[in-house]
DNA sequence: TAAAAATACTCCATAGGTATTTTAT
DNA sequence: ATAAAATACCTATGGAGTATTTTTA
């Protein structure tokens, strides 16, 4: 059987032509090696060196053995190499999910400072809802998630990593757009535009039962499942929105953003991840998006 | 160090995500297995496989390390294969040189068997004279010559392959045209043009004594080296010539070929090679030269 | 005859085997 | 309780060393 051993010493005999120098160079006597090239030759079925006693010289086939092998464990090196980038997490490629709002927010920042950290990991971003990614996490299909919080699944490890108030969304005509801060009762009579309950049911509920404390059930003339639809269906005075504030991020022209006064209820955004998945790029992501984001 | 065992049993591993199995297929115990992955792990300084007593999985860097290691072993055996066709003779390159005559003669035979037998060997032709082939074989810088023998050189093997009666070569205006063949002395007063000296002293010198026999010394009114000059410069009415009758299939307008009355002078063409040179392509090659020429 | 490769043999390192333990399901 | 990998220990193959012979320039 063929090992790499006979490629290092055949490399080493065909470059110094003479057995006696490549011995020493390979730190070994002579007679072994003479056995291991013919062990080789053998092998291969074929001669790698016409042998005159008096000196040596690689046959054709020889010299068209000696480049491959050369290259064999030049490659060797390289897979070697590879891995341990790979096993740092410094090469490979990393599946990323994320939910519209963490484009104007979180996304940005981590991309920037993973992408010039670890240049060899290729990413793949692919924007859908909290619970789609859920089923892609478990699937295989995504290696992270950006994702609104809670999460039940056990099988995912979750650490939020944004929590920033919520504000209101108001057309540039409305009378209320002169107010420093609005109460939520000012809006009781106001068309409310959500998102539907399912795409973050937390968030949903805790809107609504803000609004209940404030002594009304908000009226929801339209969903949408994407907040940049939330914020244009505003600036087109279908209604109010009560929004995550970075989305002011957007700049969209014809919508003005104004603080809640109520105690300020929080948009959370959360990264998930297989619990059992310890492939390294994944860490390296975690470590990075812990550095940016250590949250207070 | 890393050898090609350890690749080998990574990869049954890897298929079979199972040590006991993996053993089974390799024909060996388990114990071993498991010490020689442990090995070939220490060596990279990375995991290959996840192993929780119970189920193995190959790490991130594991699966590209797989990918690399098959890649390996299959250029290997590639090599091998590479290495035995070459020995073979079946494949590699071949530098060829000729002189312009054997082009007309003797090389579309063997060059249309040899490219069919042994496609892989590559061919580069040189039309090049005698002595310079000589001066090339010894360099190094072709493998095998087309040319006219005589080779003093001890160094060189040399086979006559073909030895073909010489013709003259009239203008096609001449009276002798209509001889259905000619005896030299009614040359006696013609211009003669003849390749220099040199290019192929026996040739030469044959031609001259025969003429002396015949009772004259020939007028050489005119120089060529190239056959093909020579040919036209007869059509042109310079002179007559006295040429290797292969030349017939030149098929050159306003030449006319009549054969000698004389006991036939002959033109020889001959395969040089190096003696020491045992390259398979080259023996591959005379072989094939011999089976085409066996020279009665 | 001198230099270099091949042979002959000897030895020991280590690949591989056997028995057993550990551990997770 | 069981299946599977790891650990411990032993065996023996074959890679490497030493001494010697062979070969040819």
Known sequence: MIELRHLRYFIAVAEELHFGRAAERLHMAQP???QQIKQLEAELGFQLFHRTKRS???TEAGQVFLAESRKLLHQLEQAIETGRQVN?????QLVIGFVSSAAYNVLPVILRRFRSQVPAVRLELHEMPTNEQL???RDGKIDIGFLRPPVEDKALQVTTIVREPMVVALPESHPLTDASQITLSQLANEGFILF????????YDQIISLCQQAGFSPNVVQEAMQMQTIVSLVAGGIGVSIVPVSLENMQRAGVVYKPLAEPTPCAEIAVAWRQNDHSPSIQRFLEIVNQAMVLR
Request: hydrophobic content about 30%; aromatic content about 4%.
């Open 135 to 137: 089923d892609w996490l």
């Open 88 to 92: 740092r997490g410094e090469k490979g």
């Open 196 to 203: 539907p309950r399912p795409l973050s049911p937390r968030a």
């Open 56 to 58: 040596v010289q690689l």
């Open 32 to 34: 072994p090696l003479s």
